[in-house]
């Protein structure tokens, strides 16, 4: 505030209420091929029901990305998915060519010849026919009766035409409303073949028409604002091109037709082969941004033997790159299912990852129920452990471990590929693998907590991994609102003031044993703020989890005292 240059009193706030803001870190992501949703885009999914409404039902493909998801979503209720982009995929459209839009920025992007378009790629679009009513003409007749009795009216002038001045004939036929049908033709949406899904009632080829709350009542707008299975794709010429009311009161009103028109969709596919490693990597790639995409939990995606130690590496480099993020990664299938060798062969691509605190890998593929398709899939556990972490955060906090008997029983899985020995989790668990132990009458357990970090360090834990990336994430975003102030004792009293209680409440909830935060002139030194540069130290000690246990049991004679031979 400026100097004050004559007399009089001046008021001013100065806000020293800051906080260390609370952040999240069970919000999980990942990527895979799926039959329907949006193409190279972030998701946030909160259900299972809404996984199923977003990206389709899993099929003998998809299941492999679909399940680790739904796996997930049984412990947490935040997930990012991106649906991968395949060579080969394409939009059903009434064209029967196919085109590809792969979500609703491309699609503004693009123009059309068919009248409609499928809203995303895959088969199922192959399933969809439109039916478009026009007139009385059109309600009355037979090829519309079994749609008829689901509006409440038949076509004629809408209320806004109406108003400016559009006036219906002797037949009542040039009136700007529509009725619109989407009818799930072969039944691969609902399983039965005819189903309406979908209705649009009243809407006007006006494309200036408005409905009463002032939103646009234009077909074009309305179906490609609500409908979840269709874009428009161009005027049909039966049709009005984009009249306006005002132009078609001028021309006696708009194009009709006196029976249904319908649009039956084709040319859809999911893509020409199987998705690969590097289409996924791609998809993936959209997550690395840390400044844009808010996550805490990646889930790896199962890949095919030949590619698993390539693709985990480079899921290990974006969260590397990420710096907040902990990446979970499953053998590929083929080591674990029906395999003599799947201990070696797990530790033998184990032994060629990365070396990173910020990966974490399992030991075997889980045998879980599809109640999509009526039957036992094998997946990747990577959605299951990424899941038992966001479980361990809602009832404990990220710095406890994962595993265990307390926190890291599996849900949903009927049994496990590889049930490792004692010798065996002993070979796996020097490898960096944490095993996956069926316990009589105990259920399918975690038994290990590393990370695939090989020097020993208090960050080959995964709970210590976590509680750095809580502590670092929680403290830059309070950090932020040191930037452009002045590098004095009142900024550096400030920030110590903002972070020692918060980490003072990390220690309370034993996350830490001890910590100190050195922010003063020892640190800032002249040449730092001549820098326009500002440090603090921030030095803690983490808590460990137990991972090894003795228990001495000790025999002595009757007469013994056991201050003698234990002390005091």
Same mark, same amino acid.
């Given at each position: 505030m400026a100097f004050q240059v004559s007399p009089g009193v001046e008021v001013r706030e100065i806000d020293l209420t800051n906080v260390v803001p609370a952040v999240t870190s069970s919000i999980g992501a990942i990527a895979g091929s799926f039959t329907w949703g949006p193409v190279d885009q972030i998701v946030t999914i909160g259900t299972e029901r809404e996984l199923v409404n977003i990206f389709g039902r899993p099929n003998d493909t998809t299941y492999k990305y679909f399940m680790p998801a739904a796996q997930f979503l049984q412990y947490t209720n935040v997930l990012r998915v991106v649906r991968a982009n395949q060579d080969g995929m394409l939009n059903a459209d009434s064209d029967g060519n196919g085109v590809l839009v792969k979500n609703a920025d491309d699609y503004e992007s693009k123009s059309f010849t068919a009248e409609f378009v499928a809203k995303y790629p895959g088969e199922l679009g192959n399933s969809l026919k439109v039916i478009v009513c026009t007139n009385a003409a059109a309600y009355e007749d037979s090829s519309f009766s079994n749609y008829a009795q689901l509006f409440d009216f038949a076509p004629s002038i809408s209320e806004y035409a109406s108003t400016l001045g559009l006036e219906s004939n002797t037949a009542g036929d040039n009136g700007d409303e529509l009725h619109i049908v989407v009818v799930d033709k072969s039944g691969l949406w609902t399983g039965t073949e005819g189903e309406v899904l979908e209705i649009f009632q009243g809407v006007s080829q006006a494309s200036d028409a408005k409905r009463s709350d002032g939103s646009s009542n234009y077909y074009v707008d309305v179906v490609n604002r609500s409908s979840k299975y269709i874009w428009f794709g161009s005027h049909d010429a039966q049709l009005s091109d984009a009249g306006s009311v005002v132009a078609e009161v001028a021309d006696l009103g708009f194009a009709t037709v006196d029976t249904a028109v319908e649009y039956s969709l084709s040319g859809g596919t999911s893509g020409t082969s199987d998705?690969?490693?590097?289409?996924?990597?791609?998809?993936?790639?959209?997550?690395?941004?840390?400044?844009?995409?808010?996550?805490?939990?990646?889930?790896?995606?199962?890949?095919?033997?030949?590619?698993?130690?390539?693709?985990?590496?480079?899921?290990?480099?974006?969260?590397?790159?990420?710096?907040?993020?902990?990446?979970?990664?499953?053998?590929?299938?083929?080591?674990?299912?029906?395999?003599?060798?799947?201990?070696?062969?797990?530790?033998?691509?184990?032994?060629?990852?990365?070396?990173?605190?910020?990966?974490?890998l399992d030991s075997t593929a889980l045998y879980v129920y599809d109640k999509y398709n009526d039957k036992f899939r094998w997946i990747v556990a990577s959605g299951s452990v990424a899941g038992l972490c966001a479980f361990t955060d809602s009832v404990s906090d990220p710095w406890f471990s994962p595993a265990g008997f307390t926190r890291g029983q599996l849900?949903?899985?009927?049994? @496990?590929?590889? /049930?490792?020995?004692? +010798? %065996?989790?002993?070979?796996?668990?020097?490898?960096?693998? &944490?095993? #996956?132990?069926?316990?009589?009458?105990?259920?399918?357990?975690?038994?290990?907590?590393?990370?695939?970090?090989?020097?020993?360090?208090?960050?080959?834990?995964?709970?210590?991994?976590r509680l750095f990336i809580a502590l670092e994430k929680t403290v830059a975003t309070a950090a932020k609102f040191q930037l452009f102030e002045f590098n004095d004792e009142f900024t550096r009293a400030q920030f110590r003031?903002?972070?020692?209680?918060?980490?003072?409440?990390?220690?309370?909830?034993?996350?830490?044993?001890?910590?100190?935060?050195?922010?003063?002139?020892?640190?800032?030194?002249?040449?730092? @703020?001549?820098? /326009?540069?500002?440090? +603090? %130290?921030?030095?803690?000690?983490?808590?460990?989890?137990? &991972?090894? #246990?003795?228990?001495?049991?000790?025999?002595?004679?009757?007469?013994?005292?056991?201050?003698?031979?234990?002390?005091?």
């Amino acid at each position: 505030m400026a100097f004050q240059v004559s007399p009089g009193v001046e008021v001013r706030e100065i806000d020293l209420t800051n906080v260390v803001p609370a952040v999240t870190s069970s919000i999980g992501a990942i990527a895979g091929s799926f039959t329907w949703g949006p193409v190279d885009q972030i998701v946030t999914i909160g259900t299972e029901r809404e996984l199923v409404n977003i990206f389709g039902r899993p099929n003998d493909t998809t299941y492999k990305y679909f399940m680790p998801a739904a796996q997930f979503l049984q412990y947490t209720n935040v997930l990012r998915v991106v649906r991968a982009n395949q060579d080969g995929m394409l939009n059903a459209d009434s064209d029967g060519n196919g085109v590809l839009v792969k979500n609703a920025d491309d699609y503004e992007s693009k123009s059309f010849t068919a009248e409609f378009v499928a809203k995303y790629p895959g088969e199922l679009g192959n399933s969809l026919k439109v039916i478009v009513c026009t007139n009385a003409a059109a309600y009355e007749d037979s090829s519309f009766s079994n749609y008829a009795q689901l509006f409440d009216f038949a076509p004629s002038i809408s209320e806004y035409a109406s108003t400016l001045g559009l006036e219906s004939n002797t037949a009542g036929d040039n009136g700007d409303e529509l009725h619109i049908v989407v009818v799930d033709k072969s039944g691969l949406w609902t399983g039965t073949e005819g189903e309406v899904l979908e209705i649009f009632q009243g809407v006007s080829q006006a494309s200036d028409a408005k409905r009463s709350d002032g939103s646009s009542n234009y077909y074009v707008d309305v179906v490609n604002r609500s409908s979840k299975y269709i874009w428009f794709g161009s005027h049909d010429a039966q049709l009005s091109d984009a009249g306006s009311v005002v132009a078609e009161v001028a021309d006696l009103g708009f194009a009709t037709v006196d029976t249904a028109v319908e649009y039956s969709l084709s040319g859809g596919t999911s893509g020409t082969s199987d998705i690969t490693s590097g289409e996924l990597l791609e998809a993936y790639d959209l997550y690395s941004d840390a400044d844009i995409v808010d996550i805490n939990l990646l889930i790896g995606a199962e890949v095919g033997a030949a590619d698993a130690v390539s693709y985990a590496n480079s899921m290990i480099a974006i969260a590397e790159s990420r710096k907040d993020v902990v990446v979970f990664l499953s053998p590929a299938i083929s080591d674990t299912v029906n395999n003599v060798n799947a201990v070696d062969d797990v530790k033998s691509w184990a032994d060629d990852i990365t070396s990173s605190s910020y990966g974490v890998l399992d030991s075997t593929a889980l045998y879980v129920y599809d109640k999509y398709n009526d039957k036992f899939r094998w997946i990747v556990a990577s959605g299951s452990v990424a899941g038992l972490c966001a479980f361990t955060d809602s009832v404990s906090d990220p710095w406890f471990s994962p595993a265990g008997f307390t926190r890291g029983q599996l849900r949903g899985v009927t049994r @496990i590929a590889l /049930n490792a020995k004692k +010798a %065996d989790r002993d070979t796996l668990y020097k490898a960096r693998v &944490n095993p #996956i132990v069926s316990f009589p009458g105990e259920g399918i357990i975690l038994f290990g907590d590393k990370t695939a970090l090989t020097k020993p360090s208090a960050f080959n834990r995964i709970n210590v991994r976590r509680l750095f990336i809580a502590l670092e994430k929680t403290v830059a975003t309070a950090a932020k609102f040191q930037l452009f102030e002045f590098n004095d004792e009142f900024t550096r009293a400030q920030f110590r003031n903002l972070v020692e209680p918060f980490l003072r409440d990390v220690q309370g909830r034993r996350g830490l044993t001890d910590f100190a935060v050195i922010c003063d002139e020892t640190n800032n030194t002249s040449d730092v @703020i001549d820098s /326009n540069r500002f440090i +603090a %130290d921030i030095y803690v000690k983490p808590t460990r989890s137990i &991972n090894f #246990i003795t228990l001495n049991f000790i025999a002595t004679r009757t007469g013994v005292e056991f201050s003698e031979i234990a002390g005091q």
